[in-house]
């Protein structure tokens, strides 16, 4: 963290109050929610934006992309059930916000963007906290092969349908949290790896994501 945006009492104080909110909307896994309260999403923004960097809130980190609200982080993290060891995937790295959450979580974190200058920039936010998660440039519709399988998928843009090659990556017991729709609202997606050839699927409520962009998203 640099002089500038040092995490102080200030902003420690505004994180437990968006805790709080997480936890009255309905969030209820404790290490979902401790992890929301140990990161300082400020250095994952502008400083020009840090006085909102813990409202519940999406925000701006260019390339016309954003930094998911909170409420949506903890959402998904919780579907993904995730255990201290497990290998997770992201699609969408973007700040990498997310990426710190799974990483504090204990979690063996991968993650793609498509986006150089996202990339870039998630990497020096995690380097400044200490993480070093794998991180891709590349397309994630197509996942990440190489160090598949996955205990865990989630995917942080809204994909026209599940990708299959996602689907294909999970190993048995695996979940694949992702946002299925148009691009004005899609529903969240669980699918559970339950045997080699065997998935449960289950629809959850409606978000509203950027688009997924790919080979096997939107054009
Ligand atoms: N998880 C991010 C965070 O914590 O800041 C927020 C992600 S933002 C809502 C969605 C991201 O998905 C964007 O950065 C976008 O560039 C990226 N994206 C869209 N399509 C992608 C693809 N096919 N592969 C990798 N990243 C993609």
């Given at each position: 963290m640099t002089a500038a945006n040092k995490d102080n009492r200030k902003h420690s104080k505004r994180r437990s109050q968006l805790v709080k909110k997480l936890e009255e909307k309905g969030i209820k896994d404790r290490n979902v929610l401790q992890a929301i309260n140990a990161i300082?999403?400020?250095?994952?923004?502008?400083t020009a934006l840090e006085n909102r960097a813990y409202e519940d809130t999406a925000l701006p980190i260019g390339q016309g992309q954003t930094i998911s609200q909170p409420y949506t982080v903890a959402a998904q993290t919780e579907l993904l059930e995730v255990k201290k060891g497990d290998k997770i995937l992201e699609i969408g790295t973007g700040s990498g916000y997310q990426s710190a959450i799974l990483c504090h979580m204990g979690a063996d974190v991968y993650s793609v963007e498509r986006h150089e200058k996202l990339y870039l920039n998630a990497k020096k936010n995690l380097q400044e906290l200490g993480y070093r998660p794998q991180l891709k440039l590349g397309d994630?519709?197509?996942?990440?092969?190489?160090?598949?399988?996955?205990d865990g998928i989630v995917v942080t843009a809204g994909a026209p349908v599940v990708p299959e090659d996602l689907v294909k990556q999970l190993s048995v017991g695996g979940r694949l949290v992702v946002p299925v729709g148009d691009q004005d609202s899609q529903v969240m997606v669980r699918i559970t790896r339950v045997a080699e050839d065997a998935y449960e699927e289950e629809q959850l409520r409606h978000f509203k994501f950027v688009p997924l962009i790919g080979e096997k998203g939107w054009d």
């Amino acid at each position: 963290m640099t002089a500038a945006n040092k995490d102080n009492r200030k902003h420690s104080k505004r994180r437990s109050q968006l805790v709080k909110k997480l936890e009255e909307k309905g969030i209820k896994d404790r290490n979902v929610l401790q992890a929301i309260n140990a990161i300082p999403r400020h250095i994952f923004i502008d400083t020009a934006l840090e006085n909102r960097a813990y409202e519940d809130t999406a925000l701006p980190i260019g390339q016309g992309q954003t930094i998911s609200q909170p409420y949506t982080v903890a959402a998904q993290t919780e579907l993904l059930e995730v255990k201290k060891g497990d290998k997770i995937l992201e699609i969408g790295t973007g700040s990498g916000y997310q990426s710190a959450i799974l990483c504090h979580m204990g979690a063996d974190v991968y993650s793609v963007e498509r986006h150089e200058k996202l990339y870039l920039n998630a990497k020096k936010n995690l380097q400044e906290l200490g993480y070093r998660p794998q991180l891709k440039l590349g397309d994630g519709t197509l996942g990440w092969s190489a160090y598949a399988p996955y205990d865990g998928i989630v995917v942080t843009a809204g994909a026209p349908v599940v990708p299959e090659d996602l689907v294909k990556q999970l190993s048995v017991g695996g979940r694949l949290v992702v946002p299925v729709g148009d691009q004005d609202s899609q529903v969240m997606v669980r699918i559970t790896r339950v045997a080699e050839d065997a998935y449960e699927e289950e629809q959850l409520r409606h978000f509203k994501f950027v688009p997924l962009i790919g080979e096997k998203g939107w054009d």
